[in-house]
């Protein structure tokens, strides 16, 4: 059996952290962190997550170790559905021609091993995914036996091709990082006194996480109902409830009545988990609505989760000579190769070893976890270290580790004391901040060369921060791509290695009748003429040098030349502005503008539009605010950022932040009601016609809805949202400066007059354009605009400017989008008053948008004059 274990990322702009794959011929496993960005990455390395069934996830819980985790157990579910759907399909031919049906196999599901936390992590989506067609398996370790017992040598998981032992290493308490507290009047202290932090709180119980994820999210159902009140005397030992203990929901444990014993409190309420497959609720029953269940409170991770794996053991080559030798039957061969005795010559036994040769121990790899000096000692410390066993035939160390770790002198003691291991260190600083998705920076480099204003050069380093380790050395810095073939022999496989991409070739690739159109563009974008006309048309337009950045593109999940969701806007002189930020946001923002700028953006960073709680919108909102958060503590700034959203994403984050400090504190919710923490969960208020934030620095009123801190600069005079047709709660937003500007947001929805009445007259439009004209009916079925329908909205609204953005990813460079002046008019170059871009005053101008195309809003209608040249691009680049 072969086995082959491969790093996929490694630390990067666009991957944060380091993801292994192993794969066997009986199955595939991701071991080490799933940051944001690693499903890109499988697919930029061609590799394939949907058959990945084992996920072991190493380091402490938190968003850096599993941002990309529920992206892509997305998309298994969604790859499941696909498949269920099209036998469906086939069973129905194979029915019409008389042949026998094939037989539907589920999905086996996904088992996630982890560190504490885990489930609480995963529990906080209840409020945002519901009924997935696939299933998991937590695994939260809490238990530690070796450092109970160190001879005790049992994997702690296992199956017919690997084994499995989980090493959990603690933090030094010293090292801790402080609580904040949760209350609403402590969110408003921003100093460090001892009274913003609270006393530690220890872990919560996994239990009533664990129900949630495993048996209501991801419980391979696609509907399941809310859970049942009922009595605790009432309950049955095969039910799954829920109860209150002490003001906290625990797991009911028994005594249970139908084991003939006495209950106690008999008439308190429980919480049922509903039968597989049950609908609705009967008439009068007491329910509870999976995103209503309050999770307990729980503390900081303080284990980090390493791993030592191996394959199994084979036995030996079957000697075949021996065997006949010896009087075997031929008929009894295979009984000796499974391991069974047989008889041979005169009835003599024979045993395997009599005919096999020397068996073959299984090799192994070992995932090392060290985020930072305070897992150290603890790590030094476990016993399999030092357990001559567990560390044989172990070829391969993977050290994952945090910045500036990788010179720490205990570590590099482990390697000296192992030198027959290869340690390979994938850390910030050894690793290259190489581009991690080469086909979206190719295609970059061809709208360059055709318009250079709009398409910057990608921000990579193909070095290394700290000197190479030297070549006769048993250690390596990490590269993507690195194969180690485990079994049968071991193979050390190099070439394998992702190579860095070449940007020069796209470049020289560009076709002479593309680049002919190119410098017609250019020769109308820059005429006298034309200027003078857009500087006359574009007098009362307020922030005209205010940049439009398309981080994200593409719509539900990130493909190769498109991320998901994302648009930021940079206005000179009051600060910066993003909206939605799907997963893989900041490193589009890395790879776009590098660390220095980076730094500069996040410190602007005043506020970010959530316009719905669908995974591609929101799941790179948690990486937003920390690294807003930390450029603040970098600062000395005590600013605050404001957060569009509804108080369900509240919620989420407010969940969240038990686990990791990211900043919620010093988040503030101008669109939400005042919270109530974890009492009273309150249901979604719906807003009917127009809600408008007004944002007053000067008033000091209503703290908990973010208006009026003393430290805030949000830059915004209001912010009005209105629903649109998508789905529950999907808001169109206008945000409006201070110094007039206006822009519209649509989020994802079918075209709506409401959301185009209530911001008629905004400078800038952002619409989504998920579908071309053609696929209409679709648009209608997903909730979707096509591109005529987005310019309607445009043209009903009078947007002076209009970005066209969230294309399915079934278009994979737009070229499918191309601009038919038949059908919706002149592209925005200024001239007559065609229906495209639905501006006032004769004046159109509407773009669509690519992954990191970079516009200012006074430069739309020339960006719009190198259009046909970028449609000729694609249709040569798809030839």
């Not at 995974?615 to 605050?640: C, K, M, P």
């Not at 619409?767 to 079925?781: G, L, V």
Request: proline residues 6%.
């Amino acid at each position: 059996m072969t086995s082959v274990v491969q790093l996929v990322t490694v630390p990067s702009a666009d991957t944060p952290s380091t993801c292994l794959v192993l794969r066997t011929d009986k199955g595939h496993y991701i071991f080490g962190r799933i940051p944001e960005g690693t499903q890109r990455a499988f697919n930029s390395r061609r590799l394939s997550v949907v058959g990945v069934t084992q996920v072991f996830l190493s380091g402490s819980a938190g968003w850096d170790q599993l941002g990309g985790l529920t992206g892509y157990l997305l998309t298994i579910a969604s790859a499941a559905t696909a498949a269920k759907e099209a036998l469906v399909a086939a069973n129905a031919d194979r029915e019409k021609r008389g042949r026998k049906r094939i037989e539907l196999t589920g999905h086996e599901g996904v088992s996630i091993h982890a560190g504490d936390n885990i489930g609480h992590i995963l529990a906080c989506n209840r409020g945002v995914i519901f009924r997935q067609p696939i299933r998991t398996h937590l695994f939260e370790h809490r238990d530690d036996p070796r450092t109970a017992d160190p001879t005790q040598l049992q994997p702690d998981w296992q199956d017919d091709a690997v084994r499995v032992w989980k090493v959990p290493t603690t933090r030094e308490r010293s090292g801790s990082p402080r609580k904040r507290r949760r209350s609403a009047d402590q969110e408003q202290n921003d100093g460090d006194d001892a009274a913003a932090f609270k006393e530690e709180q220890s872990l919560s119980d996994p239990d009533v996480a664990r129900i949630i994820v495993d048996h209501l999210l991801w419980n391979g159902n696609l509907y399941v109902g809310p859970l049942v009140m009922r009595r605790v005397g009432e309950l049955q030992s095969t039910d799954t409830a829920l109860v209150t203990v002490d003001g906290v929901l625990r797991k009911y444990t028994g005594p249970y009545a139908d084991q003939g014993r006495t209950v106690p409190n008999p008439n308190d309420k429980a919480w049922v988990l509903p039968p597989p497959g049950s609908k609705g609720r009967k008439m009068g029953e007491e329910t509870m609505r999976l995103e209503d269940i309050p999770l307990p409170q729980t503390s900081y991770s303080r284990t980090s989760m390493s791993y030592i794996v191996k394959t199994h053991d084979r036995r030996g080559k079957f000697d075949r000579a021996a065997a006949e030798a010896l009087g075997v039957d031929k008929m009894d061969f295979k009984q000796l190769i499974a391991g069974r005795e047989v008889k041979g010559k005169d009835g003599a036994t024979v045993t395997p070893d009599m005919v096999l040769g020397d068996p073959i121990f299984g090799r192994g790899f070992i995932v090392a976890d060290i985020a930072g000096p305070d897992f150290i000692e603890s790590f030094m410390r476990r016993p399999e270290w030092s357990n001559q066993e567990l560390m044989a035939n172990i070829p391969v160390m993977y050290w994952l580790l945090g910045p500036g770790m990788s010179s720490h002198p205990r570590i590099q003691q482990f390697m000296r004391e192992h030198p027959d291991t290869q340690h390979v260190i994938c850390a910030p600083d050894t690793c290259p901040n190489m581009i991690t998705n080469p086909g979206s920076a190719e295609l970059q480099m061809m709208l360059r060369r055709i318009d250079p204003d709009r398409f910057p050069i990608l921000k990579y380093d193909n070095a290394v921060k700290v000197p190479a380790p030297a070549a006769d050395t048993n250690t390596q810095f990490g590269r993507a791509g690195r194969k180690v073939q485990l079994m049968p022999r071991l193979h050390f496989d190099d070439e394998a290695v992702a190579p860095f991409p070449d940007l020069v070739s796209p470049w020289d690739s560009v076709s002479p009748d593309v680049l002919a159109l190119a410098e017609q563009a250019k020769a109308k974008a820059s005429d006298p003429a034309f200027l003078a006309k857009i500087e006359q048309g574009e007098k009362d337009i307020p922030n005209r040098d205010a940049s439009i950045v398309c981080l994200g593109t593409g719509s539900s999940v990130p493909s190769k030349y498109r991320n998901v969701s994302g648009t930021l806007i940079r206005v000179p002189g009051i600060g910066n502005y993003l909206f939605d930020c799907g997963e893989g946001t900041v490193g589009q923002i890395r790879r776009l503008y590098g660390d220095a700028e980076t730094e500069d953006i996040l410190r602007n960073l005043r506020c970010v539009v959530i316009s719905h709680l669908h995974a591609d919108h929101h799941l790179g909102a948690i990486s937003v605010f920390r690294s807003w958060y930390e450029q603040t503590l970098r600062d000395g700034s005590t600013a605050n950022l404001a957060v569009s959203c509804i108080p369900r994403f509240r919620d989420i984050l407010q969940d969240l932040s038990q686990v990791e400090d990211f900043g919620f504190h010093r988040l503030r919710f101008p669109t939400c009601a005042p919270s109530n923490g974890d009492k009273n969960r309150s249901t979604e208020q719906h807003h009917r016609g127009i809600m408008t934030a007004y944002m007053n620095n000067n008033n000091n009123n209503n703290k908990d809805q973010g208006q009026g801190q003393g430290d805030d600069n949000f830059g915004l005079t209001a912010i009005r949202r209105v629903d649109v047709p998508h789905c529950y709660l999907a808001m169109g937003t206008e945000l409006e400066l201070t110094s007039g500007l206006r822009i519209a947001y649509s989020g994802d929805c079918r075209p709506s007059p409401a959301f185009a009445r209530a911001f008629r007259g905004a400078h800038l439009l952002i619409h989504e354009c998920t579908f071309a004209d053609d696929m209409s009916d679709h648009a209608r079925q997903k909730m979707h605009s096509t591109l005529s329908e987005a310019l309607g909205v445009a043209r009903d609204m009078g947007a002076r400017r209009t970005l066209l953005t969230h294309f399915s990813q079934r278009y994979v460079k737009a070229d499918s989008l191309r601009w038919d002046e038949d059908a919706h008019g002149s592209s925005g170059d200024g001239s007559g008053d065609g229906g495209g871009g639905g501006g006032i005053g004769g004046e159109r101008a509407v773009l669509l948008a690519f992954d990191f195309m970079t516009v200012r809003l006074g430069d739309f209608q020339r960006a719009a004059c190198y259009l046909p040249a970028l449609e000729k691009l694609m249709e040569k680049t798809d030839e």
